[in-house]
């Protein structure tokens, strides 16, 4: 669906009619819904051709509001509950979403929602969870804790909203006489207590946020009988089941199914699955050790398979209901993830000692190779009257910025031998060995470790290489810039160099002479390096500030030039096209102007050579000055046209009767008719 790709999708739900329904964040305000239905569904599954798989689409949107997740309702095959991030929960109905192109509603239950929901079937109540601010104010300002999702209440609310029963009930999260808050997630399970009998009871199993610095988890439980008041909220207390160590992201599913019964987690950053028993008598606890960063977990309880899900792995573990299986073949699985992992430390290693080492490399500047018409300048002599009057020897002299020379101009600060030792200590380092040294049975690939080393692998090196030598060198010389900065400060340095006067004649060297130690003009001078020193580098980031700029405004100036130019060389292509063309026309002119000549020439002999024949053809009525009695002896004697007419004679027609002087008239208008002399 086009729509999608400018979107970021939150979450995927499948109905039993083979449609598929997806909720996407757009613009990080609005909300996409999209369903899709699947063809070519049989009783095996999908039959795909050419690997492509037929979806029909419908969409609308949703503005103003952020859906992080979505359940079908237990209750009702047409309806979904639609959970909006701070703003509520959504009831909705599948067929009126798509019925129009914007959804205006309000949520059904507003509050202060953070993504999580599941289903009480038995009581016919959902649970959600939710930031409640007067849990701790100071950890909500402006909605921060709500919209990264985190949680610290659990609200109740009824399956289908009534006029009669609008009321929320809101339940603060409290373990240890302490408002905990977490943002992994919960599941209900529906499970007998211990040393209550066979009732079945709805059991609250939710992830928690340790206050401990390195990120700790834990997983704790509420009965329904633990809630109570205080002065300002409802209170649910718990009790901390299980610690999760640091385990990064959390997902976690509830089975109960012959001797398992109990909790699923999925841990991130610890690479397993892990299952907590409900009783810890009956069945003990497991890791099972997974894929590469498993971030969600799903158990089907018609197949009785469960399906983990590895982000960093890009796979899918699938396992039995009967865990207690795994426990034989728990340490080759073990053994399969760590090698694994040291596979992946071993070639993010590689990366980065590469990285390094180019970097490293940069740093050594090679020195120019001088020609036979190059010299080397050792200095400047001036002599003035036959006599040396001059000397010096950094005039036109160049040197070999190598490390050496660096670390003599700055042996002056104590700086110099702390960075070249921090510079051999680095370029020399070998990153593989140091990474060997990692266990990865332990929790030691962290979200951000993990995601870092996925974005260096797919990363253009070349790129990465520039950038990392641009930023050395700025650092380097923002390094540079704080060192000496800081000299300036110490006023009483600057006087001891401002006691030492040195006088300057050609060819002889003096000795420093001492002044007095209070020359308190010379004092107030020194003393006003520092504020020089300070304009002087506000001067130079400014000017460095306009440099960027005018780097900038140049680099658009000559892009626009160069469009400009490219649009010339267009137009004259265009006029040379046009000139070419016009050519053409005037040529064609020419030749039409020929044929026309050549046309009036034979138009002209047509007439010449037609007409005669045309008018010969023509009945000797239209000769004028013959009378009837003679056009009666012209039939009777068959002279019936002018071109017959024209060939008689005079004598001829006088036989036939007719009068010789009106003979002579009539064959000289035939023949003039004809043009025949």
């Not at 910025?401 to 020399?428: D, G, R």
């Not at 390094?479 to 030492?500: F, T, W």
């Not at 050579?609 to 039939?635: F, H, M, Q, W, Y």
Request: hydrophobic letters at 35%; glycine letters at 6%.
């Amino acid at each position: 669906m086009p729509q999608l790709e400018k979107g970021s999708i939150s979450d995927i739900v499948f109905d039993q009619d083979n449609n598929i329904y997806i909720a996407a964040i757009m613009h990080n305000e609005d909300t996409l819904f999209a369903r899709g239905e699947l063809k070519g569904l049989n009783s095996k599954g999908f039959d795909l051709k050419d690997c492509q798989l037929q979806v029909d689409w419908k969409s609308s949107f949703i503005c103003g509001v952020k859906i992080v997740q979505m359940s079908l309702s237990p209750w009702s095959d047409n309806k979904i509950y639609a959970t909006a991030l701070c703003e509520g929960v959504y009831l909705l109905e599948l067929e009126s979403i798509f019925e129009q192109e914007k959804i205006k509603k309000e949520p059904d239950w507003i509050f202060s929602a953070t993504g999580h929901i599941d289903f009480d079937v038995k009581t016919n109540q959902i649970f959600a969870t939710a930031y409640h601010e007067n849990s701790d104010k100071a950890d909500n300002q402006d909605n921060t804790a709500c919209n990264k999702g985190f949680y610290n209440s659990i609200v109740v609310f009824n399956r289908e909203k009534t006029s009669t029963d609008n009321n929320l009930l809101t339940l603060v999260l409290n373990v240890n006489k302490e408002n905990v808050r977490g943002s992994d997630g919960f599941v209900l399970a529906q499970t007998k207590v211990k040393n209550q009998g066979d009732t079945l009871k709805s059991v609250l199993y939710i992830v928690i946020d340790e206050d401990e610095p390195d990120g700790k988890k834990s997983l704790c439980r509420f009965m329904p009988e633990m809630i109570t008041n205080d002065k300002r909220n409802t209170l649910w207390l718990g009790d901390k089941y299980h610690s999760l160590d640091n385990s990064g992201r959390v997902a976690l599913k509830y089975i109960n199914y012959e001797n398992t019964n109990g909790v699923l987690l999925s841990r991130y950053s610890m690479h397993d699955l892990q299952y907590i028993p409900h009783d810890p008598e009956k069945s003990k606890l497991l890791n099972i050790p997974v894929q590469a960063g498993p971030i969600d977990l799903l158990a089907n309880a018609d197949s009785k398979k469960i399906y983990v899900l590895n982000y960093i792995g890009q796979s899918i573990t699938v396992l039995d209901y009967d865990l207690q299986a795994y426990e034989q073949g728990r340490a080759a699985l073990g053994q399969y993830r760590d090698d694994v992992i040291r596979a992946y430390y071993a070639l993010s290693s590689g990366v980065l000692q590469y990285l390094k080492d180019c970097f490293c490399h940069h740093l050594l500047v090679e020195c120019p190779e001088c020609d036979e018409d190059e010299k080397v300048y050792l200095g400047c002599l001036s002599i003035e009257d036959n006599e040396i009057n001059h000397i010096c020897n950094f005039t036109k002299r160049k040197y070999v910025k190598s490390f050496p020379t660096i670390a003599y101009w700055l042996s002056i600060l104590p700086i110099a031998p702390l960075l070249a030792w921090l510079v051999e200590e680095f370029c020399c380092l070998i990153l593989p060995n140091f990474f060997k040294q990692r266990d990865p049975t332990r929790a030691s690939i962290s979200t951000e470790s993990l995601g870092l080393g996925k974005a260096i692998l797919n990363a253009n090196q070349s790129n990465v290489i520039t950038e990392l030598t641009t930023q050395g060198k700025e650092l380097a010389r923002d390094s540079m810039v704080k060192v000496i900065g800081a000299g300036y400060k110490d006023k009483n340095s600057y006087q001891e160099v401002a006691m030492l006067q040195y006088t300057y004649k050609p060819g002889v060297i003096n000795k420093p002479i001492m002044k007095g130690r209070y020359d308190k003009e010379i004092i107030a001078k020194v003393n006003a390096i520092d504020m020089d020193a300070i304009k002087n580098k506000k001067k130079i980031y400014t000017l460095e500030e306009k440099l960027i700029n005018l780097n900038e405004e140049k680099t658009l100036t000559e892009s626009r030039i160069s469009q400009v130019e490219l649009d010339k060389s267009k137009a004259e292509s265009e006029v040379i096209n046009l000139k070419q063309q016009v050519n053409n026309l005037q040529q064609e002119k020419i030749l039409a102007d020929t044929r026309f000549l050549q046309l009036e020439n034979n138009l002209e002999k047509f007439q010449l050579e037609v007409l005669p024949v045309l008018e010969a053809g023509k009945s000797i009525e239209v000769i004028e000055g013959i009378s009837n009695k003679d056009k009666s002896i012209l039939t009777e004697n068959n002279v019936v046209s002018v071109g017959g007419l024209a060939k008689m004679n005079a004598l001829e027609l006088k036989k036939m009767g007719v009068k010789e002087t009106d003979a002579i008239m009539m064959i000289k208008n035939a023949q003039g008719r004809i043009e025949i002399k």
